[in-house]
């Protein structure tokens, strides 16, 4: 079974800085990856995702994530947070047998940015 | 372009009540739908998914079902809510056949059983 870790229940950041949230799975096989955020009671928005290919993966808002398969990692990062990336971050793992779509999310990383 | 709808945002429901919420889709055909619940804490667990009418399975055992009576509408009741039905109720779809897709969720549903 495919598992996803979020080790950091909190990232703290200054506005401007670099921001990474960290992520790492544990699947059989080729994973699926994809990163999502969720701002207070709304549903979660796609970011991006790794399929296959360029390590680097990049997506909505100025993110990007690196997929690291010797370290079963897939790092979120954006080279210069914004107060309004302050949000709740999901990472998620689809296992490449799974045929339906069925996503197993890590516990989340709150992500604070301040002024 | 697809959208998802999810209704109502918010719901307090008495201890021992029935519940209905309902998801459609709109703009594609055959999609794969989910349920999934987001307790107080923050994690995110699927409760059902569905990938045709009729077509519904179930991730764990709980006191709710689901049901997709059309293609593109998938429902989750309960015919007597517990407290610890309380959570952030959140539907989602996924292209079919895709396995390579991401998924697009709706806005949740609050509800809170008291």
């Known amino acids: 079974a495919q598992s996803v870790a979020q080790p950091e229940d909190q990232v703290n950041v200054a506005e401007g800085n670099p921001l990474t949230v960290k992520c790492t799975y544990s699947v059989s096989g080729n994973p699926y990856l994809f990163w999502y955020v969720q701002y207070p009671n709304r549903g979660l928005q796609f970011l991006l995702k790794?399929?296959?290919?360029?390590?680097l993966v990049k997506g909505s808002y100025g993110f990007e994530a690196e997929f690291n398969k010797s370290q079963t990692s897939f790092h979120l990062k954006k080279p210069s947070a914004l107060v309004s990336d302050s949000a709740l971050y999901f990472c998620a793992v689809r296992a490449p047998t799974d045929s339906w779509g069925k996503l197993q999310f890590g516990a989340g990383t709150q992500v604070v940015v301040t002024p | 372009s697809q959208t998802i709808h999810q209704w109502p945002a918010t719901l307090v429901q008495p201890v021992g009540s029935p519940l209905s919420l309902e998801c459609t889709v709109e703009g594609t055909s055959n999609p794969n739908l989910y349920w999934y619940r987001q307790a107080a804490g923050r994690g995110l667990q699927l409760l059902f998914y569905?990938?045709?009418?009729?077509?519904i399975s179930s991730e764990v055992p709980q006191n709710l079902s689901a049901s997709r009576p059309q293609d593109r509408q998938f429902i989750l009741s309960s015919k007597k809510l517990l407290l610890s039905d309380s959570g952030f109720y959140l539907c989602a779809w996924s292209a079919p056949d895709r396995r390579n897709t991401e998924a697009f969720f709706g806005q949740g549903t609050r509800l809170t059983v008291v």
């Open positions: 569905s990938v045709g009418i009729g077509q």
């Open positions: 790794y399929i296959t290919g360029d390590n």
